[in-house]
């Protein structure tokens, strides 16, 4: 079955820096990534997410990019703000799996003022 | 409009006892899909249902049931609770066309405790 990986679990930048979260999927049949941020009490909230035939998608401060040669998908930051604080998951899923979501382990994100 | 809902937000059982968690979904959403987050790791699936039918089941043991109502809302059921039940169970909701995977959307979740 499908396995995601994660990358780093703690991330601290300072304000106004970049982050970049990294993470490998093992099944070449998973065609969506979606990207979650999750804040303390709360359930994980879709931040942006890329289908297999696109490699890259921005949306203002976040963009995602895709490379399914070696099977990794990033998470990309810029302008770091304090409420960009959270802990980040990506997932993974494919029509074999039914479309459920397998998870990364997440990254913790901090944003030194 | 309403995101998704999930009811009790958080909840203390005793072990061996049996636990039912609501949730309903965006309006227009056919698809409910279960999840089990421990603290500090990611979530994991647990169900899938889609038109009342189940599409997918995650590897728990039968302990743990769920159904789809007629309005798409969505009730999961675990049975002889363990301490090792404890954790956040989130509801998703998505439009899932059969076509494609689409966004999933997820409520606050219900923290269940068992002690």
């Known amino acids: 079955g499908e396995n995601v990986e994660q990358h780093p679990s703690t991330l601290s930048v300072q304000e106004g820096d970049s982050a970049v979260i990294k993470c490998t999927y093992s099944d070449s049949a998973s065609n969506y990534f979606p990207w979650y941020k999750q804040e303390l009490g709360k359930g994980p909230q879709l931040i942006i997410d890329i289908r297999s035939n696109v490699g890259e998608k921005k949306d203002q401060r976040i963009a995602v990019t895709l490379n399914k040669t070696a099977k990794h998908f990033s998470l990309h930051i810029t302008e770091t703000q304090p409420e960009d604080s959270a802990v980040y998951f990506c997932a993974a899923s494919s029509l074999d799996s039914n479309y459920q979501l397998i998870w990364g382990a997440g990254t913790k994100l901090i944003i030194k003022p | 409009d309403a995101g998704v809902t999930q009811s009790p937000t958080h909840l203390i059982k005793t072990r061996g006892q049996q636990v039912t968690l609501r949730c309903s979904p965006i309006?227009?959403?056919?698809?409910v899909s279960w999840y089990q987050q421990v603290l500090g790791q990611g979530p994991q699936f647990i169900f899938q249902?889609?038109?009342?039918?189940?599409?997918g089941r995650g590897n728990f043991p039968d302990r743990f049931s769920a159904r789809q109502f007629p309005n798409y809302s969505s009730e999961l059921n675990v049975n002889a609770l363990l301490l090792g039940d404890s954790a956040l169970y989130l509801c998703a909701s998505s439009r899932m066309t059969g076509t494609g995977n689409t966004e999933a959307f997820f409520g606050q979740g219900t923290r269940l405790t068992v002690v």
């Open positions: 249902y889609y038109e009342k039918e189940e599409r």
């Open positions: 309006s227009g959403h056919k698809s």
